[in-house]
C-alpha cells in the first residue's frame, strides 16, 4: 500500500484520469473529492462490498426461481376465463 501525506486542496493523481483531492480535514475525518470519468465508477468501500454481494446473490437464481415472471394471470379472487 503506497502511503501519501497530503494537506487540505492538494491533489493525487491515479493514471492520467483521476484525481483525488483533500478538500476537508475535521478531527479524525478527511473529506476527499475524486474526479474520474463517467465509466470509472467510484464507491465507498463498503457500498463496493454490498454491490458485490448483491451482484453474487443474483447470479444464483436459477430459472425454476423466476418461471412465474411475466406471466399474466387472474387477480388473486377471479377465475381465469373460459375459452
Not at 493514471?15 to 474526479?35: F, P, Y
Amino acid at each position: 500500500m503506497l502511503v501519501l501525506s497530503r494537506q487540505r486542496d492538494e491533489t493525487i493523481m491515479i493514471g492520467d484520469d483521476i484525481e483525488v483531492t483533500v478538500v476537508d480535514i475535521r478531527g479524525d475525518k478527511v473529506r476527499l473529492g475524486i474526479s474520474a470519468p463517467k465509466e470509472i465508477a467510484v464507491h465507498r468501500k463498503e457500498v463496493y462490498e454490498a454491490i458485490k454481494r448483491e451482484n453474487r446473490a443474483a447470479a444464483q437464481v436459477k430459472p425454476e426461481d423466476i418461471s412465474g415472471i411475466g406471466k399474466v394471470g387472474p387477480k388473486p379472487g377471479e377465475s381465469e376465463p373460459k375459452a
